[in-house]
């Protein structure tokens, strides 16, 4: 077995400059464009998921959504 443990081999499509930064990167950090690219996402989804909380915070401090009591969905979920 590989090093490689559940992991999904991907194709994608990237504007020039893009591909021109990540192999330059790469090359002199000596680190795969792969992985590279893996961390990269990994900080873009932190960042998003900050985003999507602020957003519903203000769908909560709004109106325009409810919360949930913690003892209704206990409740439901039969704990």
Same mark, same amino acid.
């Given at each position: 077995?590989?090093k490689y %443990?559940? %992991?999904?081999? !991907?194709?994608?499509t990237? =504007?020039?400059? /893009? /591909?021109?930064? +990540? &192999?330059?990167?790469?090359?002199?950090?000596n680190? @795969? @464009?792969?992985?590279?690219?893996? &961390?990269? +996402?990994m900080?873009?989804? =932190? !960042? +998003?998921?900050? @985003?999507?909380?602020? @957003? $519903? +915070? $203000?769908?909560?401090?709004?109106?325009? /959504?409810?919360?949930?009591?913690?003892?209704? /969905?206990?409740?439901?979920?039969?704990l």
């Amino acid at each position: 077995m590989g090093k490689y %443990v559940n %992991v999904t081999k !991907m194709s994608i499509t990237l =504007d020039n400059d /893009v /591909v021109t930064e +990540l &192999n330059a990167i790469a090359k002199e950090l000596n680190e @795969k @464009k792969s992985h590279l690219i893996e &961390n990269a +996402l990994m900080i873009y989804f =932190d !960042m +998003l998921d900050e @985003k999507l909380a602020d @957003k $519903r +915070l $203000r769908e909560l401090e709004s109106g325009t /959504v409810k919360a949930i009591p913690a003892k209704d /969905v206990w409740k439901e979920l039969g704990l």
